[in-house]
């Protein structure tokens, strides 16, 4: 029995790297399927190499964290890509991705591309004051690129972005060799096509796993709109300072007098567009049913 990850899972087939760059496509054993294990991309797993080259997937190890939008498992670190040109970011995609990965315990960067066009000096602003890993890149000209290969070395990664902001037009440039497919932006919807049909980890010269996965429309909301509503606040780091200091216990930071937080945003030590999509993840929060929410997260 060897030890590998889970590159890439394409019709039924598991494709499992055990570190020697040959990747060995695997169908799950049976056991799998009655314990309702469900291999993700990202999986560390165990499994039994046949004589033809083929695999037999017999375990998945446990995981750190996992993703049901895209379906990924044991993400390092989320590399959020943005734009200031068109297609312009919404800063409330970013937030709302941003907090299901703080509720997972996995690292964000955010990195706005396309510096060459507008610099977007509010995002790169915006995330810096809220201690997120900002970087301005250019897949065009290959600006920033370097600082971006560093902060990811030896890590595994997602990629993720509203679709046109240049995810695959970065892993491009990251690795040259990748070739992957990019989309043109169309300039009457402002958007970009989606290129990318699956969730699949190609390996960097530097160490690092990284996976080009859908846009923003897609990455997990339905998870976001299913957690409770008091959960919020600590998904928000620059809230941290401020939550014990509200003049009353279970505050929600939304319009209550004596809140500590939204003096913090009067006083600028925390952003308004931060503040803005907090009130509006927590809104869409509170109209879950009770009955919707998994047992662990009901009252």
């Known amino acids: 029995m060897a030890e590998g990850v889970i590159l890439k899972a394409l019709s039924g087939f598991y494709y499992v790297d055990n570190g020697t760059g040959t990747l060995t496509a695997c169908r799950g054993r049976g056991k799998l399927r009655h314990q309702r294990v469900s291999p993700l991309v990202g999986d560390r797993v165990c499994f039994t190499p046949l004589e033809d080259g083929a695999g ?5 190890l446990p995981r750190k964290n996992q993703f049901q939008r895209p379906a990924v498992a044991n993400i390092d ?17 970013i937030d709302r991705v941003i907090s299901i990965a703080e509720g997972r315990s996995c690292q964000c960067i955010v990195c706005i591309n396309k510096c060459d066009l507008d610099d977007a ?10 201690g997120f890993p ?6 065009e000209t290959g600006e920033g690129m370097e600082d971006l290969a560093r902060l990811i070395a030896g890590k595994v990664c997602a990629f993720t972005g509203n679709s046109g902001v240049g995810k ?14 990019v989309g043109q932006v169309s300039d009457k919807l ?11 980890l190609f390996r960097l010269k530097n160490g690092a796993i990284v996976a080009d996965t859908p846009g923003f429309s897609s990455f997990d909301a339905d998870e976001m709109e299913l957690r409770r509503p008091e959960e919020l606040q600590y998904t928000f780091r620059e809230f941290a300072p401020y939550l014990e200091q509200c003049r009353f216990t279970g505050c ?14 009067s006083r600028g030590e925390i952003p308004a567009s931060r503040h803005a999509s907090y009130v ?8 879950v049913p009770q009955w919707q929410l998994k047992p662990e997260n009901r009252r």
């Open 134 to 139: 900002t970087l301005r890149v250019s897949a």
């Open 190 to 200: 402002g958007r970009g096509r989606h290129t990318t049909r699956h969730v699949e």
């Open 77 to 93: 670190c989320l590399v959020i890509i943005a734009s200031g040109a068109i297609p312009v970011t919404d800063p409330f995609l």
């Open 56 to 60: 037999i997937l017999d375990e998945v």
């Open 121 to 130: 000096e509010e995002l790169y602003a915006t995330y810096r004051q809220a």
């Open 168 to 181: 695959s037009s970065i892993l491009n440039a990251l690795e040259p060799g990748f070739r992957l497919q």
């Open 280 to 287: 509006r993840l927590y809104q869409q929060a509170k109209e």
């Open 252 to 265: 929600s930071h939304v319009k209550e007098k004596g809140c500590a937080v939204l003096a913090a945003v």
